[in-house]
């Protein structure tokens, strides 16, 4: 998902979190003596650590504990993007596993192993265990209790992925943290809702907000999406009742779609009758929480849609995305860079050379830039979209990352057992679609016989399924 993860939480959670836990805090009447300087200075990191050694001290009882949770949270919330950053870092830095007395209880275990009594040995287990849970990790779950406490990690977990990438301490802290959301963040504990446009207007903004593959524009785009003939699902977490996790958006047309902008046109596009539609089209999927990173959500929901959409609509037969291919032109350039012409059919580049009026170094790149220059011109288009096709398939199913397609979107249906049906030519003819696949898109098919063998043939061999279409541009 193409999101800002940087620096700051969202205004409206701050507020929310700000009023939630000072209402706990004055309710168990604990107090924070003295403030905190916004960009927590050494001097001020000493005395938000003794906070939080009382928090992970667990004196006073349950209620004590959430208020001390509650202020540790408030403090932070209230600092701005120095002083977040110097909170994580003492938190990555003083707050990780004990190592001395890990390795300790790791000898003593190592005593009892294979053959030493087994009580003591199950004991110096549960120590290991013990040991291994960082104080860092139990001071966040103590968060999980919190009004939007969830929201609040989910947050935190966004700015440490940002982090993380600058400096390597914060990745410990970060993948700490990933755990623990992973395991609140079971499939088992996300509820699928269909969203439609009688949905509080908060939501609706959200899912314009999250949008990361088709950006909307304004309200008539949303409520497009939303027509008879259109569906919405998302997931969503009870402890976050107001936040998609991730979202589809789905098209129930006749045939597989081939162009994008038709299935977002809100002028000239006529909205079909539902029943009548033998095909889903998923043509849009965004991760809304950028803290989830990492947690697979995606294949669960593809499943739990299609089977949602087979039960409401029994003439639908046909379940099919109409994806970008952001790697191709990427891929492409860097080819060209190494190949140069050789990159092409002898009868290829005779045809190419007829009609272009510079060299195929200079003119393929342009094709990934400004469509105007050739899609619009007939000879040209004509010459380039045999090329460019077959380069596009061959991206696909042989450019690979270990055993893994190349293609980031191609792994992702790939891995959840879709097979390659077909590529579309000039399916996306927005800028970003040029500037990602040359205008290129792709349909991926989800056979219900087909899921798991195509699912176990990728994961376990990093074998494809391709279609007879697909396979003719090779």
């Given at each position: ?53 009382e928090c992970l001290e667990g004196a ?126 079971d499939v088992g504990f996300l509820e ?46 009870h402890q976050m009742p107001g936040e ?231």
């Amino acid at each position: 998902m193409d999101q800002n993860e940087h620096a700051t939480f969202p205004h409206r959670t701050i507020e929310y979190l700000r009023r939630g836990w000072s209402s706990i805090t004055e309710a168990a009447l604990v107090r924070i003596t003295g403030n905190v300087r916004d960009d927590l200075p050494e001097e001020d990191q000493q005395r938000l650590a003794k906070q939080i050694d009382e928090c992970l001290e667990g004196a006073g009882g349950d209620v004590s504990q959430r208020a001390r949770a509650a202020d540790v949270g408030r403090t932070y919330l209230g600092l701005n993007q120095i002083g977040r950053r110097n909170f994580l870092e003492m938190l990555a830095r003083e707050y990780g596993v004990q190592e001395y007395e890990l390795a300790l209880a790791m000898d003593e275990w190592r005593k009892l192993f294979p053959d030493g009594d087994q009580l003591l040995r199950y004991k110096a287990e549960a120590k290991l265990r013990r040991l291994l849970k960082s104080p860092r990790i139990q001071l966040l779950s103590q968060f999980n209790a919190l009004p939007e406490g969830v929201k609040f990690l989910v947050d935190m977990r966004a700015e440490l992925i940002s982090l993380a990438r600058e400096d390597a301490v914060f990745k410990p802290l970060e993948e700490d943290l990933k755990q623990l959301l992973a395991s609140w963040f079971d499939v088992g504990f996300l509820e699928l809702k269909s969203i439609t446009w009688d949905a509080p207007a908060s939501l609706l903004e959200k899912l314009a907000q999250y949008e990361a593959v088709h950006a909307v524009r304004h309200w008539s785009d949303i409520k497009n999406r939303m027509a008879a003939d259109r569906r919405c699902y998302a997931f969503f977490h009870h402890q976050m009742p107001g936040e998609p996790i991730i979202y589809v958006w789905v098209a129930l047309v006749k045939g597989i779609s081939d162009n994008v902008q038709a299935l977002l046109d809100v002028r000239h596009r006529a909205v079909e009758e539902p029943a009548e539609a033998d095909t889903a089209v998923f043509y849009s999927i965004s991760n809304a929480q950028a803290g989830l990173k990492g947690i697979s959500f995606g294949n669960f929901l593809i499943k739990r849609v299609v089977n949602a959409l087979a039960l409401d609509f029994e003439n639908l037969k046909t379940f099919v995305t109409l994806s970008p291919i952001p790697g191709f032109c990427p891929w492409l350039q860097q080819q060209l860079a190494d190949q140069g012409a050789g990159l092409l059919l002898k009868a290829e580049r005779k045809a190419l050379e007829s009609v272009l009026d510079e060299p195929l170094e200079l003119a393929f790149p342009r094709m990934c830039k400004d469509q105007s220059l050739w899609y619009r011109q007939q000879a040209k288009e004509k010459a380039i979209r045999g090329p460019l096709m077959r380069l596009c398939a061959t991206y696909l199913s042989e450019a690979k990352s270990g055993s893994n397609a190349l293609d980031p979107v191609a792994h992702f249906h790939l891995s959840n057992g879709a097979s390659m049906e077909r590529i579309n030519w000039l399916a996306d003819t927005s800028a970003k679609g040029f500037r990602q696949s040359a205008g290129m898109m792709m349909n991926y098919l989800y056979k219900a016989s087909r899921i798991e063998k195509n699912h176990e043939a990728y994961s376990s061999a990093g074998k494809i399924q391709q279609s007879g279409s697909f396979k003719a541009n090779l």
